[in-house]
Nanobody, 127 residues
Framework: QVQLVESGGGSVQAGGSLRLSCTVS????????MGWFRQVPGKEREAVAT???????NYADSVRGRFTISADNAKNILYLQMNSLNPEDSAMYYC?????????????????????WGKGTLVTISS
């Protein structure tokens, strides 16, 4: 059974940094599409960044140049390094994984059909 558990959220001041981690267990597939999404209460979930098993990455315009997605395949951990944070980045952050998106060539921030989701970690940025 695939499980995703996020960690690393917290409260920081604007301009600060955080690194989110997502520990993946039970993943036995050779390919993967993994990503970070975020959601503010009352708003739709927003894709932040994705990475496939080839290492190709994709970012939302709002975070490009400030956030970096990476994966430690040996440890089965997905990361999101977030720098130059601003209050608009405050949200619940979720990691997600999909088995087929990478194989099908549609692993990107435009793909919201991930098979597996974590429960989220809260990020709060104060001005």
């Amino acid at each position: 059974q695939v499980q995703l558990v996020e960690s690393g959220g917290g409260s920081v001041q604007a301009g600060g940094s955080l690194r989110l981690s997502c520990t993946v267990s039970g993943w036995t597939y050779s390919s993967s599409c993994m990503g970070w999404f975020r959601q503010v209460p009352g708003k739709e979930r927003e894709a932040v960044a994705t990475i496939d098993s080839s290492g190709d990455t994709n970012y939302a315009d709002s975070v490009r140049g400030r956030f970096t997605i990476s994966a430690d395949n040996a440890k089965n951990i997905l990361y999101l390094q977030m720098n130059s944070l601003n209050p608009e980045d405050s949200a619940m952050y979720y990691c997600a994984a999909d088995r087929f998106a990478a194989e099908g060539g549609y692993c990107s921030i435009h793909y919201y059909g991930m098979n597996y989701w974590g429960k989220g970690t809260l990020v709060t940025i104060s001005s």
